[in-house]
């Protein structure tokens, strides 16, 4: 069974987690695109942020607001892990 205070260290912010998450997510709002075709058949990209600003319709802004929130959420998960690895290598 995994003690809680490991858990609790592992989530618990701290500068190199959120320094790491935020370049993450800085990269992620920069890079990541998404392909949305027409009913004309030509196929658009955009950026997350690009999508965010311009609205198609309600059901697609709410799906990729979703989306990008559990995208954060895993980010940081990930940021976490690396940062923990990383300190039980280093001890």
Known sequence: ?????IIKEFLRPSKNKMFLFLIFVIILVNTSTIGVQETGGSEEIYSY????LETHNDS???S?????????????LFSCLIIFVYNKFRN
């Open 64 to 76: 990729c607001v979703g989306f990008f929130i559990i995208e954060i959420i895993i980010l940081y």
């Open 49 to 52: 942020l690009e999508l965010l």
């Open 1 to 5: 069974m995994i003690n809680k205070e």
């Open 60 to 62: 697609w802004y709410y």
